[in-house]
């Protein structure tokens, strides 16, 4: 069983930044990609940003030049640095990993969710 556990959400106002992270756990033989979704009250689930195995990065034009995302292998970590926060920004952050477990496929395992929000 894999599990992912996300930190660092919170309550800030616009224009300061946040941290998440989200630790992966359990029989992993191999992660391929990790990236943050977001997904703000009536509307659906987006991507944020990605990252590949090897550190090759994408992200959301929405995000782009304030957002970081980068991944600690040895910890099986993905981390979200956001800076320059928008009210619009607000949203629960999942975290998502596409992992290869013991005696199983790759499979996308997801995050329990962190809330983010913005005060203008």
């Known amino acids: 069983q894999v599990q992912l556990v996300e930190s660092g959400g919170g309550l800030v106002q616009a224009g300061e930044s946040l941290r998440l992270s989200c630790a992966a756990s359990?029989?992993?033989?191999?992660?391929?990609?990790m990236g943050w979704y977001r997904q703000a009250p009536g509307n659906q689930r987006e991507l944020v940003a990605a990252?590949?195995?090897?550190?090759?990065?994408n992200y959301a034009d929405s995000v782009k030049g304030r957002f970081t995302i980068s991944r600690d292998n040895a910890k099986n970590t993905v981390y979200l640095q956001m800076n320059s926060l928008k009210p619009e920004d607000t949203a629960v952050y999942y975290c998502?990993?596409?992992?290869?477990?013991?005696?199983?496929?790759?499979?996308?395992?997801w995050g329990q969710g962190t809330q983010v929000t913005v005060s203008s």
């Open positions: 998502a990993a596409e992992v290869v477990a013991a005696d199983t496929a790759e499979y996308r395992y």
């Open positions: 990252i590949g195995s090897g550190g090759h990065t």
């Open positions: 359990g029989s992993i033989f191999f992660i391929n990609a």
